[in-house]
Structure formats: structure tokens, C-alpha cells
């Protein structure tokens, strides 16, 4: 700091372009909070502003507090003392149009389970054929309500077969 005409040390008076002054240590860096008032509100209002003054802010709003939700934005609102219907409506079009919000937010949860399961006989029912020969299929047909599983051999796969032998063929063994 010498080069620019500061000098100082802990047992002399700073010297600032010649004259001296005298050094003032401070313990804390919160020497002025007794002078701060309690409570502090926001005394702004939104009333005079336009629709694209508002709409400014609400962005502005909405980035500085690192793309938060509507919901939480508009609790910060409340607790400011700021319950304009206007601005909470702006603020949910803000964070709808987000660019960056549509393209990171959370994919919609999936269901865990796959279809609804069966509160009757004959409700839901699984089909299977398996092919065992040649011209030898094996038709396995299973009630999901009551695990009833009924099985029969056809001689082709053609639907019109298949759905015969679906309708005709009554069941020969149960598995359990």
C-alpha cells in the first residue's frame, strides 16, 4: 500500500496522502445493529405498477430465489405482507412459462404396479399359447381373481381357432 501513499502498523496512526488519522478497531462487524429497528417491513407496493412492470418483477422474483415454486414464492409474498390476488396469479404464469423450470422440473411419478387388479371371476384373465410341436399348440388360459388356470391343445394359431377354443373347451385340470 506504500506505492499509493498508505502506510500503517499496529503502534503508529495511519498516514493516507500525508495527514495522519487516527486508527479506530472495531471487536465486531455488527457494531450497528443496536441502532436497527425490531421489525422491518416492506413498505413497496405493487398497485401503481403496469401489468408488464409486475410481470418484470415477478421474474426477477422467481430467479433470485433459484427458480422456486409458485407456492413457495407466494408464502414469501404473505409473510411480507404483500396479498395481492394479482401478483400470486403472475407469479403462477411466471413459473408455468419458466423455460428452465419445464425443461429440469421432476418427470411425473410412475405407478409402481401395472394393471388394476381383478375384483371379480372372469375380471381380468391372462392368455398364453405356446407352441409345442409342429402343428401343436398348447392354449393356457388363467382367471386372475381366483388363479383359476384352465388349459387345452388346438392344432392352429388362427384367432378364430383360439377364440373357440376359448369359448368351447371346458377346463380339464385346476392349478392352484
Given at each position: 500500500m506504500e506505492p499509493v501513499g498508505i502506510s500503517s502498523n499496529k503502534l503508529n496512526p495511519v498516514n493516507i496522502f500525508g495527514p495522519r488519522m487516527k486508527r479506530r478497531v472495531f471487536q465486531s462487524v455488527f457494531h450497528f445493529q443496536k441502532e436497527c429497528p425490531d421489525n422491518v417491513h416492506v413498505t413497496e407496493s405493487t398497485e401503481g405498477l403496469d401489468d408488464k412492470e409486475r410481470k418484470k418483477r415477478s421474474v426477477k422474483l422467481h430467479f433470485q430465489f433459484g427458480h422456486g415454486s409458485a407456492e413457495i414464492l407466494?408464502?414469501?409474498?404473505?409473510?411480507?405482507?404483500?396479498?395481492s390476488p394479482n401478483i400470486f396469479h403472475l407469479l403462477q404464469e411466471v413459473v408455468k412459462d419458466c423455460e428452465s423450470c419445464n425443461k429440469h422440473k421432476k418427470p411425473p411419478a410412475r405407478l409402481a404396479v401395472g394393471l388394476p387388479r381383478a375384483s371379480d371371476f372372469n375380471d381380468v384373465v391372462a392368455v398364453d399359447l405356446h407352441k409345442l410341436d409342429n402343428n401343436f399348440y398348447y392354449l393356457h388360459i388363467i382367471d386372475k381373481?381366483?388363479?383359476?388356470?384352465?388349459?387345452?391343445?388346438?392344432?392352429?394359431?388362427?384367432?378364430?381357432?383360439?377364440?373357440?377354443s376359448f369359448i368351447k373347451q371346458k377346463p380339464s385340470f385346476v392349478v392352484s
Open positions: 407466494r408464502q414469501l409474498l404473505k409473510s411480507a405482507h404483500i396479498n381373481f381366483s388363479q383359476f388356470s384352465a388349459g387345452c391343445i388346438v392344432d392352429n394359431e388362427r384367432p378364430k381357432t383360439i377364440v373357440g
